[in-house]
């Protein structure tokens, strides 16, 4: 797992630590580097979670086959489980906590 420049890290929750692990041995499998390129630093929507530290975007553009992309992101959601969200959007993937009780 790679951190680029100027990520912050402060404030992120235990729970996307336990994210961390489970995508890193995912983009491990795929032979692929782990790049987080947010958590609690940059702008984002109004309500976001990064600023609670519980989202955390991470970089696609070193994998230049899409169908790759995507089936790392089936994979990634299968092993995170309900209490993760994950959204492939069009130059990165974000993944949040926000459990449903
Ligand atoms: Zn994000």
């Known amino acids: ?17 336990i994210a ?4 890193n041995e995912v983009f491990r499998y795929f ?7 947010s958590i609690t630093d940059s702008k984002h929507s109004y309500k976001s979670l990064h600023y609670s530290g519980n ?3 991470l970089r ?3 994998i ?4 790759i992309i995507e089936t790392i992101v089936n994979v990634i959601k299968e092993r995170l489980g309900k209490d993760y ?17």
């Open 1 to 17: 797992m790679i951190l680029k420049e100027g990520v912050r890290t402060l404030g992120v929750s235990r729970e996307l630590i």
């Open 20 to 23: 961390f692990i489970i995508v």
């Open 31 to 37: 032979d692929y580097q782990f790049v987080v390129t």
């Open 55 to 57: 989202a955390f975007d």
């Open 60 to 62: 696609t553009r070193h």
């Open 64 to 67: 230049k086959d899409s169908k």
């Open 85 to 101: 969200d994950v959204v492939l959007e069009p130059d990165h993937i974000h993944i949040e906590y926000q459990p449903v009780f």
